[in-house]
């Protein structure tokens, strides 16, 4: 009942910046977290950033003063600006978006939905 798609992936050399976009899209009453994490070979998926409905942000230490998230003008679009990247933020970045659907009477909040995306592959290379 939602989907949950990312772009914006591409490969860009070290130092360099790369956009990611994420749209949720569905039955979904509020999309109250929204957040990217990353999975490179070898390696357990990570946690990258969040922000939350009251655009509360909190960032891994790893990205943090490179990364910013913010919110798009579309509903239920986030957005991921990584600047200064280095080989290790190479990886295949997911978009995870929760909250809760629209119940039958589409005006009052339903199930709690927890969705991830197909992920978009970032490569670092020279």
């Known amino acids: 009942q939602v989907q949950v798609v990312e772009s914006g992936g591409g490969l860009v050399q070290p130092g360099g910046s790369l956009r990611l976009s994420c749209n949720a899209s569905?039955?979904?009453?509020?999309?109250?977290?929204m957040g990217w994490y990353r999975q490179s070979p070898g390696n357990q998926r990570e946690f990258v950033a969040s922000i939350a409905s009251d655009n509360y942000k909190y960032y891994a230490d790893a990205v943090k003063g490179r990364f910013t998230i913010s919110r798009e003008s579309a509903e239920n679009t986030i957005a991921l600006q990584m600047n200064f990247l280095t080989f290790q933020d190479a990886g295949v970045y997911y978009c995870n978006a929760k909250g809760t659907l629209k119940s039958a009477a589409h005006t009052q909040p339903g199930a709690i939905f927890n969705t991830w995306g197909q992920g978009t592959q970032v490569s670092v290379s020279t």
């Open positions: 569905g039955n979904i009453f509020s999309a109250n977290w």
